[in-house]
């Protein structure tokens, strides 16, 4: 059965940082892009940052440009978003999900499968 599996969330305060793992399990990371993407209450679910298969192709929203690293070890089948200089805006859940082959757009409707979502709260 083919899972994703998202850890690393919490509360911290503005300024600081925390690092997202995406899990993959049932099947193996090294042919599909994985996205990150977040939802804040209220609001749409919008894409956070997607990388290739390879990982020689990353996309990031403009609001995470330069804040946000993402990454992945095909090895251990785990992608990594790590957010870096955190600002409240940035509470959301956020979830990863996946689709086999490149992607063309980082947006929620180009991709399969989709884990549970973690929980990130950034205080003032």
């Known amino acids: 059965q083919l899972q994703l599996v998202e850890s690393g969330g919490g509360l911290v305060q503005s300024g600081g940082s925390l690092r997202l793992s995406c899990a993959a399990s049932?099947?193996?990371?090294?042919?599909?892009?994985i996205g990150w993407f977040r939802q804040a209450p209220g609001k749409e679910r919008e894409g956070v940052s997607c990388?290739?298969?390879?990982?020689?192709?990353?996309d990031y929203a403009d609001s995470v440009r330069r804040r946000f690293t993402n990454s992945r070890n095909n090895a251990k089948n785990t992608v990594y978003l790590q957010m870096n200089s955190l600002k409240p805006e940035d509470t959301a859940v956020y979830y990863c999900?996946?689709?086999?082959?490149?992607?063309?757009?980082?947006?929620?409707?180009?991709?399969?499968?989709w884990g549970q979502g973690t929980r990130v709260t950034v205080s003032l």
């Open positions: 049932g099947f193996t990371l090294d042919d599909y892009t």
């Open positions: 990388i290739s298969s390879s990982g020689r192709a990353i």
């Open positions: 999900a996946a689709t086999k082959g490149l992607f063309n757009l980082c947006v929620p409707g180009e991709f399969d499968y």
